[in-house]
């Protein structure tokens, strides 16, 4: 069986590169580290239960696990602060999109990578153009930052930081319904509350492997109060 998060399905140079990316983030930050893996595969997995192609998915898997790759270039003051950033420092942590695309710029002429960038640049749009950093709202957002979107809060809302505990899963499903069609597709958001039950074991026994392996991140179970 094949890791968690691994890339499936891509070339080896392509899975080679996309790891040493992720291992850069790794020793920045392990937090954002696992959150992107786990976000690569379940932003894959929605893809599939929204009807799209192999290709698709694997775009959109890819997009999803350099989303914040950005946050490479945020002060640790910002990244690892716990508890609200000021209107300052979020200014500074929106810029994160556009770098997560500047980072990949000189991959720009190899396809595979090309093809993330929207996913990656607008992945914090919201439906109701309220989102940044463009302010696209509805079908002018790409499909890939719409479901990388939803794949995204629901990982940051269920697992454990330093300074709070993850919700569980039953709240986030709450509040993705909460604020389907205004920061989230109501499509997508139906589809994934149809499909992510299903994916709930894997879904703690993946976040578990995460915890033994580099202790970043902590699910909560859908028991849990
Ligand atoms: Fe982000």
Do not use: C
């Not at 490479?72 to 300052?88: Q, T």
């Not at 696209?136 to 940051?156: C, E, N, Q, S, V």
């Not at 809302?157 to 505990?165: F, G, L, N, V």
């Not at 492997?209 to 909560?220: C, N, Q, V």
């Amino acid at each position: 069986m094949s890791a968690p998060g691994d890339i499936k399905k891509q070339p080896e140079w392509i899975q080679a590169m996309t790891e040493a990316l992720l291992q850069a983030l790794k020793l920045r930050d392990p937090y954002t580290y696992g959150h992107s893996r786990r976000v690569g595969r379940n932003a894959r997995k929605l893809a599939a239960a929204a009807g799209l192609n192999e290709f698709e998915q694997r775009t959109i898997e890819l997009s999803s696990v350099f989303h914040d790759l950005g946050k490479l270039s945020i002060p640790d003051s910002i990244l690892l602060k716990p508890g609200r950033l000021n209107a300052e420092e979020t200014v500074i942590m929106k810029q994160h999109p556009l770098k997560s695309v500047e980072a990949l710029l000189p991959l720009e002429n190899i396809p595979v990578f090309k093809a993330t960038l929207p996913g990656i640049r607008s992945h914090h749009e919201r439906i109701d153009g309220r989102g940044y950093p463009d302010g696209l709202a509805g079908d002018k957002i790409p499909l890939a930052a719409r479901i990388i979107l939803i794949a995204d809060t629901f990982d940051a809302m269920t697992t454990t930081r330093a300074y709070r505990k993850g919700l569980p899963f039953d709240y986030a499903y709450q509040e993705l319904k909460v604020f389907s069609g205004r920061q989230f597709d109501p499509a997508l958001v139906k589809i994934f509350l149809q499909a992510h039950p299903a994916w709930e074991d894997f879904e703690i026994e993946f976040q578990e492997e995460f915890i033994a392996k580099e202790a970043i991140g902590s699910p909560r179970k859908k028991s849990a109060a």
